[in-house]
């Protein structure tokens, strides 16, 4: 069944493409955000934009982790104060934090000084869910692309704020493990999850992102591959257990739980660069 790509290709990208075509699986490269007449195809590789626009012509269903489930997460393992509300109510921080949209890039993921600084009604639509954390620094971050309930690959991506994709740690693998014995029915069955060192020494979970949006670093292509084909896969294949899991575009209001809304209303923080969570 043909993988979609979009117009434009990461080296990740083109890493992940030819590891679907030594397995035979077909490939086809988009011009643009549309869908020739025509085109059957059941999986699909690219950002949000392109998948909003793509997946539901095919019939590709994609999966992704609810918006507030970092939020939900036990302080155990995130280190760190997290709420999701509407970025109506972000505007009323009054000091440093961490600002990002939870499934995609409509809000920048930056350290904000204060709600002032985040994107105003003439961008963004004032419904728009946002994570709202507390500012902290990692010393080292690592993906791991999950199906299953299990680490299936992964790899280091960043060391203290910079880029630095190399191999998987074991510690980082262990981490992942005791997440999932714990919570593997609050994510979709094929996802990636960041997490990182903290400066203290602790392991936290740093964000969920899609892993049909995802880059590979250093991970084994084919094993990335697997998860990327479940995680984009036609529609008809989602089983009951992914359904709660489904991507739903155009509804900028989702997945926020009133109680995070009251929470977020009386927090004054937030974060600065993609780097320091």
Same mark, same amino acid.
């Given at each position: ?45 690219? !950002? %949000?934009?392109? $998948? &909003?626009?793509?997946? #539901?012509? *095919? ?7 609810? +918006? /507030? ?50 994107? !105003? %009604?003439?961008? $963004? &639509?004032?419904?728009? #869910?946002? *994570? ?7 010393? +080292? /971050? ?70 049909? +949006? ?64």
């Amino acid at each position: 069944m043909t993988l979609v790509l979009p117009p434009r290709l990461t080296a990740s990208a083109r890493r992940l493409r030819e590891a679907a075509r030594r397995r035979g699986l077909p490939t086809v490269q988009l011009p643009a955000f549309d869908v020739p007449p025509g085109l059957r195809a059941g999986h699909l590789h690219a !950002g %949000p934009g392109f $998948a &909003d626009a793509v997946a #539901p012509a *095919l019939g590709i269903a994609l999966l992704e982790a609810p +918006a /507030e489930w970092l939020a939900r997460l036990p302080r155990t393992y995130t280190r760190r104060e997290i709420v999701v509300v509407p970025i109506r109510e972000a505007y009323g921080l009054r000091r440093p934090a961490f600002v990002k949209s939870p499934n995609d890039k409509r809000i920048p993921a930056l350290v904000y000084s204060d709600g002032s600084r985040l994107p !105003g %009604p003439d961008e $963004a &639509d004032p419904r728009t #869910p946002v *994570l709202v954390s507390d500012v902290m620094a990692f010393d +080292a /971050e690592f993906r791991l692309f999950l199906l299953d309930g299990t680490v299936h690959t992964g790899s280091r991506y960043a060391r203290r704020g910079s880029l630095s994709p190399g191999p998987l740690s074991a510690d980082a693998v262990a981490f992942g493990a005791d997440l999932l014995a714990e919570c593997a029915g609050t994510l979709p069955s094929a996802v990636v999850v960041d997490v990182g060192t903290t400066a203290d020494g602790h392991w936290a979970v740093i964000e969920a992102n899609a892993a049909w +949006a995802s880059g590979m670093y250093t991970a084994d292509p084919q094993r990335a591959v697997d998860v990327v084909l479940r995680a984009a896969a036609p529609t008809d294949a989602t089983t009951s257990r992914d359904r709660p899991f489904l991507r739903v575009s155009g509804a900028p209001a989702a997945g926020i739980p009133a109680e995070g809304a009251r929470q977020a209303g009386a927090r004054d923080d937030v974060r600065s660069d993609n780097r320091r969570r």
